[in-house]
């Protein structure tokens, strides 16, 4: 049977890519799998020039799934904001639904945040990510529960929300080409934050960001202590750079862990010549390890694993500090890349 495709498909869902042989499989399975009709989706990957098996992988799923368009583009400069404003120029969809390689979208993604799209309940709509680990262990799995805790990641509501609302930004969302266009696409300067700097461009033209936990994605952590601390001082890092062009957008859940690294290396300093200030880091630091252990009781129960206890204060202990140290990193070195 000869496959007809639309002369313009409705949705282009696009992706950022390098070196994804681990995941592009599944991933392009999953959008195989997508109840929006195939005809009308198109799937362009900005891949930056991957150097493992990631465009072979591709390319094989290509000639045996003809039933979905997908497209590969060049992404030379290897920043995810480059390629995603590479894919958006190349789409031909009215809507865009912006994919990660390390993401596996509900078999319903598409169609739900479409009809939310359409709905008008928000100018961008996604939903919660369901995380995973990136690997077997205790350690990987503690850090893909802290990744989604309140404890961890605070009011950021697309990793746990229960209800659908208005949030400040949300990951894989869905939203119109022309209004991406009208807010000048991604910011190609962030090498991360770009999703939260798009969302704020479009609440600053008034419009709204939906979070819907019916549509729902499963997402891989990072799988080590040592790749989640680097990976969060990065968010550190740029979050500053982000807010010096966009101070408004900043939330309180950004400013703890800078303030709290701030306030430890102080009363640390304080303390070599006042004894007081060893008495008060010695009431910081057990509030907030008896908050972190409370946490991980409570997870370590519900999931039957006692490995949790320790493993996920460790995991949330490496993002705030990375996070804080990165902030202030920036701060002294506003010209570093954050590495």
């Known amino acids: 049977m000869r496959i007809q495709f639309v002369t313009s498909p409705e949705v282009s869902i696009i992706i950022p890519c390098l070196n994804e042989e681990k995941n592009i499989q599944k991933l392009l399975d999953a959008l195989l799998r997508q109840t929006y009709p195939l005809n ?11 150097s493992d098996q990631t465009r072979e992988i591709i390319a094989d799923f290509q000639s045996t799934h003809k039933e979905l368009k997908i497209k590969v583009i060049d992404n030379p400069v290897r920043r995810i904001p480059v390629g995603l404003n590479m894919a958006i120029k190349e789409a031909q969809g009215r809507i865009i639904t912006r994919m990660d390689a390390h993401a596996i979208p509900a078999n319903d993604y598409v169609e739900r945040c479409v009809d939310a799209l359409k709905n008008g309940l928000g100018q961008n709509v996604g939903g919660v990510i369901d995380i995973k680990p990136g690997e077997k262990g205790w350690i990987a799995k503690s ?5 989604a805790h309140p404890v961890g990641v605070g009011d950021a509501k697309y990793r746990w929300a229960k209800k659908a609302g208005e949030v400040d ?17 991604f910011n190609e300067e962030l090498l991360i934050n770009e999703d939260y700097e798009f969302n704020a461009k479009i609440r600053a033209t008034g419009g709204k960001i939906w979070v819907d936990p019916s549509i729902r994605a499963i997402y891989y952590s990072r799988a080590t202590l040592r790749g989640l601390a680097r990976q969060y001082f990065y968010y550190g890092f740029w979050k500053l750079r982000m807010l010096r062009k966009n101070p408004d957008t900043l939330r309180w859940r950004q400013a703890i862990p800078p303030l709290f690294v701030l306030g430890i ?15 008060i880091l010695a009431v910081c630091l057990g509030f907030y390890l008896l908050v972190l252990l409370a946490a991980s009781t409570r997870e370590s129960i519900l999931k039957h694993d006692v490995m949790l206890f320790p493993g996920i204060p ?8 990375s996070w804080g140290c990165g902030f202030w990193w920036c701060l002294l070195n506003p010209e570093n890349q954050g590495k």
Not at 143 to 147: D, E, F
């Open 314 to 321: 460790l995991a949330i202990m490496a993002m705030h500090l």
């Open 169 to 185: 930004t949300v990951a894989f969302g869905t939203f119109y080409k022309s209004k991406a266009e009208e807010i000048g696409l």
């Open 265 to 279: 290396l102080m009363l640390l300093l304080l303390s070599l010549f006042w004894p007081l200030a060893r008495l």
């Open 143 to 147: 850090i893909s529960i802290a990744t």
């Open 40 to 50: 009308q989706l198109e799937v362009i990957i900005s891949d930056g020039n991957s």
